[in-house]
């Protein structure tokens, strides 16, 4: 069995290999291959690594890409306490279950390993740190697929090139990288498993940064994966395979954690960040101060797609395969918001105009303009300076079935008067969009 999960399984691609070899590197035959991912939307990740079970030990630092352990503490009682935790996640409930449905994301992604190593699946070059050998005994990459699935819902997996503590990447890392055991003997086992098992719609590259793609061998496993294996006509991957890489290869980019560029990137982007701020794991001490506000949420799904990217949300399970209230809480309310604006969100795209404050932002599709409002203007009348007015020119908000009534600006655009109606007749709590039709 193990003798099938070679590294390297494909004899035409025998090792590195210069990246503008690899079909992603063409903007058009990315977009060709993968149209699923090319319309913006708002998506699920979900963490089920050792984070998911203690409270004070998996506090992050803001913004720091690895844990408490990995800067903070020895590594051989970080291991050790690891090794512990993980007899303690029991799974008995099926993981991201609740919401799916009802929030409608078209995609979702699971960790199938984190940086700790423990596999979410069960590895066979990851013996007795698994899902199946440790902890739940069950098989949660396929589980959670089956179930996705069944919804109409893509799959995309999460892995983490790296481990902290694995004593042959430990080595590579003395020898400064001249050596690729780790590589040849987990990393890419790994890859090659994950797609030929459960086949994906998305890999979602992570723990890439301390080596340049060559280490990786990125390349040889993205030419195989896009030339050969049994998902190369739709599978999607992102920019984490090398130090190199980020923001410059991949077929959509990351950038770096909660990415969010000022003006209309040139190449498909995804902004990733988690409902609790201060974590990617599920946090039992964690502060309503911590968790990011539902207006805060669809603020940044709006910006997001006004801007031409993917919006992807991470929530931490507990360690019973739990979303826990407050998390569900923000999730079902996006979900509400969506059922009014999605027409603004799904399928849409950047406008000519993105935005003209911090308060307006807009997408289009096909010949309507939708121009989001995050706050309620000043007397209700709304001042949109972009759109150019028609004599066809129609104005509405999504969730009002009568027209609204507007003006031509004296100065450059129109007027928009929003309905007179009080807080709870609105359509929505937060962000409210005018659908434009007949404007330029």
Known sequence: MRARLDWNPNPRTPGPMPWPEIPLRSNSTARARTPWH????GEVVTGTEDQSSP?????EKPNARESWFEESSPRSSAWAAGSDLRHTITRTQRPARSGSSTTRKPYVVLTTKHHEGYTNWPSPVS???NSKDVGPHRDLVGELGTAIRKRDIRYGLYHSLLEWFHPLYLRDKENGFKTQSFVHAKTMPE???????????LIWSDGEWECPDTYWNSTGFLAWLYNDSPVKDEVVVN???GQNCSCHHGGYYNCKDKFQPETLPHHKWEMCTSIDQRSWGYRRDMEMADIASTSTIISQLVQTVSLGG??????GPTKDGLIVPIFQERLLAVGKWLSINGEAIYASKPWRVQSENSSVWY???GLAVYAIV???PEYGILRLISPIATSTTEVTMLGIQNDLKWSLNPDKGLLVFLPELPPSALPTEFAWTIKLTGVK
């Open 38 to 41: 090319r319309e913006p939307r």
């Open 55 to 59: 409270h004070s030990l998996i506090c």
């Open 127 to 129: 013996w007795n740190w």
């Open 191 to 201: 890859l090659y498993d994950l797609v030929n098992r459960y086949k994906p719609d």
């Open 239 to 241: 920019d984490r395979w």
């Open 310 to 315: 993917n919006y992807l949300l991470n929530v």
């Open 363 to 365: 997408t289009s599709k």
């Open 374 to 376: 995050l706050h309620w």
